[in-house]
């Protein structure tokens, strides 16, 4: 019988005999664990060891995975300069015209981060990851030869469209690894793009206007495309990393490839005291091969709730990034903190270097505690971030009652924060960083919930996908929220706290809507 005819023919027919039948299921959905019966051990087994993960699959995935924030963030040094000089404007006006490009790019990414997951469940991760991160590296490279501010806005819209597939190389992680090593995979995987967000802004700042920095190097043409060595350092490490997805990295999707790896663990003593694993070939199920439609996966009560929880998170995350930074900048009289830029910057350096360290622990934390315990846990840390905001800027108030922030009358621009206050800024920067763990938590939620490896991009992308519409609204809605408050004095300045802590709310129900499905 052809695979074809094999798909096609119904899993069970219901005329067969018992022993047809249940011979026919093991061989379709091999392999299963049976159920216990009456032959199995009263004593259950000790808890799974961890599956050996292939590091030589997983080192080329995460490679290309630290080239997106790379090219996205070695901008960030001179993006407004750029923009200023193109668009010929300066002050505000400069921040509408960078405003419209971060828009168009993410506005872009946003359409094209479902389709690039979908087509990768027809055609297979390595084409989309390749042409993702080729066109990444292309439109990196051309934009460092932009001259007007119209190829600056075309590059950045066609830079997002190519940008958008996190969600392929999220199903890649997921098919790499399973329920026993994932919790090591997945955290890993977000500590690189994390350090992607550092190495980007180091390279843009670090290589931008050569012919200033090394006069004996860099000829006069460079002084035309000042940021054109940082574009090109960042483009080559992009093409590096398609290479090697060209020639190293292994087709995951299964209905592109004739077998699949199952880690199966020896009973007998001495396996599992070397910790030996049975490695068996077995051909894809059913459900890796047959994709479900957008309608299917929506159906799926659990699934629901597992992107819903995607896109409240996308909203808590997006909005403190962008209402911590906006009190921190604001004056005390309107509910903020008066700091300087340079204390924002160690602020949020800080908030990067504890993220960091907490996702290294996130392996140990998920196998002592579970995936749904530590994602609900993680939810109630979003609540506590939003409530003791305005904790921070009740202290500095009070410092300023003391006579220590006041100089003739005004309120000093740059000043030395206390240690009271960088304890309570610290505690809630910390509180966000726990939060901010369920970020690789729904990578896992969405490999676990999802039925068959064949729909793993699909739902990977319906997972992004919401939590890109909920992080493009939230800020707006944040800071609007913010200025009102501020402004008009509403429930004391912190109108926007409440309504913070309702939609925090709200996200730690969704959350708990998972466990409520998946049992």
């Not at 026919?24 to 004593?43: C, G, K």
């Not at 505000?92 to 405003?99: L, N, P, R």
């Not at 793993?456 to 609204?473: F, K, V």
Request: glycine share 8%; hydrophobic share 50%.
């Amino acid at each position: 019988m052809s695979r074809r005819e094999a798909v096609e023919k119904p899993a069970i027919s219901p005329i067969l005999p018992e022993t047809t039948m249940a011979a026919q299921q093991s061989t379709q959905d091999a392999p299963v664990l049976s159920a216990p019966d009456e032959t199995s051990p009263l004593i259950p087994k000790a808890k799974k060891q961890a599956n050996p993960l292939p590091k030589a699959q997983l080192a080329v995935i995460y490679a290309i995975k630290l080239t997106l924030p790379i090219a996205l963030t070695q901008s960030i040094p001179y993006y407004n300069v750029l923009i200023e000089k193109l668009a010929a404007s300066e002050g505000a006006e400069t921040g509408y015209y960078s405003g419209l490009a971060h828009s168009a790019f993410a506005i872009a990414q946003f359409i094209s981060m479902f389709a690039w997951g979908h087509i990768s469940d027809r055609i297979g991760r390595v084409p989309v990851i390749v042409a993702g991160t080729v066109g990444t590296a292309f439109f990196t490279f051309s934009f460092g030869l932009a001259q007007t501010f119209q190829a600056v806005l075309l590059n950045r819209v066609l830079a997002g469209l190519f940008y958008g597939i996190t969600g392929a190389i999220h199903s890649v992680v997921g098919e790499l690894s399973d329920e026993t090593n994932q919790s090591t995979a997945f955290p890993l995987y977000d500590i690189i793009s994390a350090l992607g967000y550092v190495i980007g802004p180091l390279i843009g700042g670090t290589f931008a206007d050569p012919w200033l920095s090394w006069p004996k190097i860099f000829s006069p043409w460079w002084s035309v495309y000042p940021y054109f060595l940082p574009c090109l350092i960042s483009s080559v490490i992009s093409l590096l990393a398609a290479l090697l997805a060209v020639f190293v990295l292994k087709e995951t999707l299964p209905s592109k490839r004739s077998s699949k790896t199952v880690y199966e663990p020896d009973d007998e003593p001495l396996a599992a005291a070397t910790s030996a694993a049975t490695i068996i070939e077995v051909p894809p199920t059913v459900a890796d091969l047959e994709p479900l439609t957008i309608r299917q996966l929506l159906s799926i009560p659990v699934l629901r709730a597992v992107f819903l929880s995607s896109s409240a998170l996308g909203f808590a995350g997006s909005c403190f990034n962008n209402t911590f930074v906006l009190m921190a900048y604001t004056p005390l009289r309107q509910g903020g903190l008066a700091f300087s830029p340079a204390q924002i910057g160690r602020a949020l350096s800080g908030m990067g270097a504890v993220s960091i360290l907490l996702k290294l622990c996130m392996p140990k934390l998920l196998r002592r505690f579970g995936t749904l315990n530590m994602f609900d846990f993680c939810m109630i840390a979003w609540v506590a971030t939003f409530a003791s905001m305005p904790l921070a800027s009740l202290v500095a108030k009070q410092a300023a009652a003391a006579g220590t922030l006041l100089f003739g009358g005004g309120e000093q621009a740059a000043r030395e924060a206390s240690t009271v206050e960088w304890t309570v800024v610290a505690f809630v920067l910390f509180l966000s960083r726990l939060g901010c763990l369920a970020f690789s938590i729904i990578m896992i939620l969405t490999r676990d919930h999802t039925p068959g490896s064949a729909s793993l991009g699909t739902a990977n992308g319906l997972a992004e996908l919401a939590q890109s519409l909920a992080a493009t609204i939230g800020p707006t809605i944040a800071s609007s929220l913010f200025a009102v408050s501020a402004s008009k004095h509403l429930l004391g300045g912190y109108l926007w706290v409440v309504f913070m802590l309702l939609q925090a709310g709200w996200g730690l129900w969704v959350a708990k809507q998972i466990r409520k499905y998946r049992d």
